[in-house]
Each structure stands twice: as C-alpha cells, then as structure tokens.
C-alpha cells in the first residue's frame, strides 16, 4: 500500500537534518514539524531518536486532535505544544491569513540565553529588521496548574496568547521565546521554520554581543526597520529572484 | 586466550573517542572511564595517550583496590579519582540503588570557567532540569594536606564529601565541578557519562551566557524544574521511546 | 558566442564562495563583487542564491549606469551600494590613486555587533594596524528621507561622505561598518575584498574580547601602528614575498 | 646534493600546519620554526605563504647571524624575533639548561586580546598548571626608539627583557604575550611549541570566562598550582606513559 505520508514525511525529515547541521542542537534536543492542511495532520519527528539514525519513515503523522495517524514510534514529547500552534494558525488562515505549515523548536544556546534571562530581543539591527519588524516576544513563565494540567499542551497555548496580549501576528513575526526554555519558530513550509530558528539564534548572538559593548544599546530607527522589512515582505517586496 | 575485557575495553574506547569528537577537551585532557559491577574492575584511558592514535586494545583494566588487572600502559594519572567513585558508587548501590557503570572527566571549557570561578550552576532552564532537579555543585578547593597526601586519590573523596555535605544524590545528580580544576560527570554506562559531560559543558555555556545578560538572572520557579526533571526521569516518564 | 565576462564573472563567483568557507555570512547573507575598469562593469552575486548552489555563470553583471549589462537573474539587492562605491573609486582613480576592483557586504557576527552599537573599532593592536593604520569608522544611522528616496544607493553615498567627513581615504581603509547594518570592505580584486572582510570579523571580534577585559582599553601608541602599517603597505614594505 | 636540512624543514613544516589545523591564525598569521643546536641553524616558514600551498621545501633556512643558509623565499618577517630567542636559549643551555628547538608565533584571539588588554594571564586552574607554576607574562610596549632600530629583533630583546626582570625561566614558563601584538610560545621541539601556543590560546579563554563570572577571581592555591606542575614536570613527575 502507497504511505498517502510519505512527502509530508520526507519534508519533515529533510528539515529535521538541519538541525544538527546548523548546530541548533546537541543530541536529540529539537523537533521540526511539517503541516499538511488538506488532511490536518503534521508529521513530526519521534521522542528521542538521534538525527544521525533518523529516517524518513521514523517520522510520525498525528491529527489536529492529538490522535497518530501513522508511525510506530512515540512522537517528540513536545507534539501538542505543535498541534496547538497549527490549531491556531488553521483558525487565523480560515480569517484569510495564508497558512504556516511548519513549526520547529530547538535549544540552540544563544536563544535559550535570552529565554533564560526572559528578555525579549529588541530589534538592533537589519538583520533582525530582515525577518521581523518588532521585537522577538519572551512569554511569562507557565504557572503551576498549567504546567500540572498539560504542560506542553499550555506550552502551545502560552505561545498563543502571549501574541494575543502583545497584539503580534504570527505571520509577521515567526518566531518566539518561551521563558526559561526556547525558542520556537515557524513558516510556510518546514524548511522555513528550521530557516527562521536559524535566523533567531543568530540574530540572538548578534544582540548578545551588542549588549555587551554596550547595556544600554538603543533599537534601530523605525524608519530603517520598515524599510528592511518591507523591501523582503511587503507589496513591494524585491530582495531574491521571484515575487510571492 | 580470549581478552575477558574486551567489551568493557571497546565500550570505554568508544566512549573516550566521543571527547575528541564533541570538542570537550583539546590534546589528551580527558579520560573516560567504564565498570565492570561483576568482575568489580573498570576500563580506563591510558595516561597521555593522544585520541587520534588511541586503539581499544590500549584501555588499562583497574580493580577496585587500585591494582591493574590487564593493560601494558600506565592508566590515566586520573585513575585513582575514577577508583574513589566507583567504590562510592558501589557503596551506594548495596543501599538499594541502581549501579553507575561510566564515569568522564574533561577540560570542557565553559564547565571549567565555573570550576575557576568557585561557582556552582543555577538551574536556569529546562535545558538544565531536563538532567538535574537542583544546581551542579563546585567543591571547594581541596587543603594542602589532602594534595600532599594522594591528590588524585583525595579528588575523589572531596567530590563524595561535597555530594554527602550537600547531601545531595549523585544518581540524581551526575555531574560536579571541581575547584579550580574542571568537570567530572557520570551515567548508567561510559556512553551516558560521556553524554552528562556534553550536557554540563553546554549547560554552563547557556548559564555564563544568561547571566552576562542578567547578572542577578533568578533560577526558574520550582514547578517547572520539577515538571522537567519527572518527564524524563519520574515514575511516569514519558520521554523517549520506552520506559527504563 | 565567447562570453567576455566569463572571467570577470569566474572572479568574482571564486570570491562570493569564499562566505561560506570562512562564516561570513548564513544562508544568502552576503555579497561579492568584481570590478573592470576597462569595460566599466562589474560581475556581482544575483539576489538571494544560495551558495551551495551558486555557479560562476549566474553572476550578473551591471554597468556603472545600473543597467544589467548580462546574466539572467536579478543581481543582488545591494547592488546599488556596489555601483556608487565603484563610481567614487573610480573617481579618486582619475586623481591618481590606484584602483578598487572588489567589494563584499557581509553580516559577519562581530561586525555587525559593533555596527549595531554603533561604535568604530579602535587600534588595539597589530592585527589592525597590518590592515589599517586608524580606527575603522563607523556611519551614522540613514535619515528617513535617504531611506525613502533609494535606500541601497543611499547606503552607498553614506559610505562615501563618511570617508569624506572623516577625511579617510578608501585606499588606506579598506573597511566600514553601516551603522545598524554591517560591514563593508574592499580590495585591489574581489579576492582582496572578500579577505578584508574576513579580517574585519577578526579584528572586531580581537576588539569585543579586549574591551570585555577593559572596558577603558588603550588603543596602540602610534609609533607601533604606523610601523605595522608601513611594514606591509609603505615604500619600503618587507612583508611577503615581492614588492607590490 | 642531498639536502642537509631535509629533516629540520620536514619538522618546520609538520609544526606549521598545525597553525590552521588548530585554528591558531587565520590566513598566514603564524609561523613556527626549528632549531638545530648542531648546525646553529632554524628553520622557518617563508613571508606571506599560505598554508594550504606550503610545502616543505619552501621552509627557508636561517643561521644565528641572521644569514639565509638555505631556501630562494624570503623568511617570515618574524625571523629576527626567532633568532634573538633562539641565541637567549642557546645561552641559558651553555649554563646548563635543557635545550629549547622550537619557537610559535600566532595571531590566536584569546591570546591576542589578554594581550591588547596588557593584561597578563593568572593562574585560575589546573589547566593553567599543568604547564607552567605562574602567571603567563605581558610585555610593556615596545619604545619607539626600539622601534626605529629593528622592528622584530627587538621584539625579541624585549621577550628576553620581559623574562629577566620578571626573574622567570623560559624553561618553566613556555610562553608569552607581547603588548599589542600577541603570542610567542616555545619548547623542546617545533612541535611542543604549538602545542605550548594551543595550549596558551585555551588557558587564555578560560581566563576571560573565569573573569566574565568574577572580574576578582583569585588565582588557584599555590599548593594546588605546585602539584599540577609537578606532577607533569617535576623529578617524580607521573603523567603520560615514561619519565622524561
């Protein structure tokens, strides 16, 4: 019988891979998702499993309800914090907002760095500018019962409404700290989740070091923030060789 | 005739060979070492032996009382550090707790600026809580009378002393700073010794890093250290593909 | 038909690859470009390419006017940055100083950090004296109608009334950080251009570290620094293996 | 002819790649030479030859006077620095020393920016004593008289300066920051002096690490730096696999 999983699968898998070659993460301590919106299911990679035995088939298919839809293995421990953010992004797409179908968490350690010290990464320079216009959001700390109800199910709902209190759209701005964890990232695909958890952690090196010349280092100019950003996302966008 | 230690040679060789390769030490500053519970003997690296040459057939078999049970070349001058801790260990698991078979020493670099600073390591994530529930504890430096004595011997005895004094477990907690020296961490098995030293060097890289954003930067709220620690290590695990 | 910018455009891909290899710059971060002076053109890297697929005929290359003179794809974002630069190099050519025929951009870590604080990077020591014998400057910020007007062309004339203002010669300092944005660097060739960037990140990063010591640090005495500079790039320079 | 220096520039040679293998410079910023005591003669790396084009036969040989004795490539511009040395240890080993037959000289950052900083390296740790019983001395800057005189000859009296009114011993302490500049290590072969300026590159990183945590980190009990030491380099000395 044909895996009906099978691509969804292989992009999962290739995106999971750039992980330990982007030096995201050590040993097992990331996760990349890919979305399927005309089934609802995401695959993700399995708890625990190394990157360098990993294979495509491993992956494993689960539904918007929690439910595997395919896969043999346990899937990575931070699954419903995935099924709760592609819930919400299936809700903001069906208000018209174009879809996000792929999510990644690592641990990489400038990132962890910031959510460690819960400061949010203010916007110093074009390099941030480039993938966001606003400063990288840190959540509250989850509170005792969340984190005895279902803790990385409230993950995914902190991530949530920390973007709801702070008035931020998850398409303008792909990416997130959760305070005292990591970080979190997504895109419209799971290469371009993996991509902007990349972006993060050096944007969040870069940051680092210019606080450390100087504490007190003020953000970008808005008009050289609008400027980076809208030359990459606008309606005018020309940076690279096509249009969206 | 048959090498009765082949195993336990290839299994410390494999993991010596995981320092090189994880940069957790330059040159020959590291040894891993691997127990033996039933023959109560243990599989070190020779003394100054560069990985790059280093074979399993070179590993030094030492027993319990110090003697060398098999092996040509002089055991790591470590050797007797190794030798205090497993008898601890042993000790330990008389009283009913389950045996620790691997232990790793390393020049790790961040790990080592915490041992130079006399400071132990908050837990300032879940990177951290994943691993241990409470701080990685710094002995004190050891006094002139203990070095004059047998150092390596006496390095052993302080890291079992912090750990009683602390009254800390160390089947809870794998891992320790020595004063102005470095890291020594321990597992299961070579490998997972190995892998607790990989996990105290990037833990201590995300803490120095955290705390130059925040010197004062606050450890996290005790319900979340205690949700980390339990999902890998509780009674109700669910990490990973199957309970231990 | 003989393409009579294979050369040019073999040149400056040779140097564009050059990014990865050295870590000047993730995924497209960064470009190269190489200058004709006879044919007034320059060969330059199209528009968010990824390296590892990058192929010497895929350059562009555009004239002094900003017209694409040949290649299929749209050259880089930053062309107009590369475009002024050259014209005014050109221009100090025609008064007699010897030509510019390479630029990289690149958003290397360090660089960029002292970019994003906003600060020139003093002498501290002979590594930068080798390559320069004063500060490397540091531009203000864009106004808001620069932005608006043509903002890749305006970082160009920012650079050059920088040097202006500061009374610096391109010729004697290779390099600059755009305030807020990165750096810029160029050479007698695109390969020289390219290793000036290069050495920017490690003078910046020589830099950081030396001021995390001492915030106060001293830059070299002056005798020190115009003998490193004069030992490689005076009338009587020694270094090497032939006179220039 | 047979090639009388055959095996001096093969060891020359050897030395010198260990620069990038190490990531000690970058580009050719480093060079390591080898002393023969029988012939009075060193060799050493020539000017501005990068390293992945070195071939051994292009080391040049230079003799205690400073005369190329064999090779058609001008020596580093470092050599007179490596002579003056080499004259200093062949003194202090006509008064009964051991021989030194190996000096490096790199651009290492860590070791460059202590030396920027004019800061010499206390002893924080074990590492640090393992190889050497004291701090590791900062040189004054050089006068810009001596500077007019011989540039890099005197860098070399200023070493040997440094060392004498410190009352240290280059057979005890194997190394050296030169104000501004950067590092000078040595040692019984070329080989062990790389390892002494990879050595010093690693000690200087932790340092700035310790410092980072605690810009009044106390240096390591004398007792404690006594045993390092002696126990690698003392008459009863036990590390590695035979006594010296």
Redesign the interface.
């Given at each position: 019988m044909a895996d009906i999983y099978k691509t969804l699968k292989e992009e999962a898998w290739e995106a999971n891979m750039e992980i330990p070659r982007?030096s995201l993460a050590?040993?097992t301590?990331g996760n990349v998702s890919a979305f399927d919106p005309a089934r609802a299911v995401f695959a993700i990679k399995?708890?625990?499993?190394a990157y360098d035995v990993l294979k495509a088939e491993d992956l494993v298919v689960v539904d918007l309800e929690g439910k595997v839809a395919d896969g043999k293995?346990?899937p990575s421990?931070d699954t419903e914090t995935h099924r709760v953010l592609y819930r919400e992004f299936v809700r903001l797409a069906s208000a018209g907002s174009s879809a996000i179908k792929g999510i990644t968490h690592t641990?990489s350690?400038?990132a962890?760095?910031?959510?460690?010290?819960k400061?949010p990464v203010l916007v110093?320079?074009?390099?941030h500018a480039d993938h966001g216009a606003e400063e990288i959001p840190c959540t509250e700390?989850?509170?005792?019962e969340a984190?005895?109800n279902n803790?990385e199910l409230e993950t995914g709902n902190l991530i949530v409404d920390t973007f709801k209190k702070q008035n931020k759209n998850p398409l303008h701005m792909p990416m997130i700290l959760v305070a005292?964890?990591?970080p979190f990232a997504w895109g419209k695909d799971a290469a371009q989740s993996v991509?902007h958890a990349?972006v993060l952690e050096?944007v969040c090196?870069?940051?680092?070091?210019?606080?450390?010349?100087?504490p007190h280092?003020k953000p970008?100019?808005e008009?050289?923030i609008r400027?980076h950003w809208e030359?990459k996302h606008g309606p005018n966008a020309?940076?690279?060789?096509k249009k969206k």
């Open positions: 982007r050590i040993y301590w399995p708890s625990g499993v293995l346990n421990s641990h350690t400038y962890v760095a910031f959510a460690q010290a400061r110093f320079g074009t390099t700390y989850m509170d005792a984190v005895q803790y005292g964890h990591g991509y990349a050096e090196k870069m940051a680092h070091l210019t606080l450390a010349l100087d280092a970008l100019p008009h050289l400027k030359r020309y940076y690279g060789q």
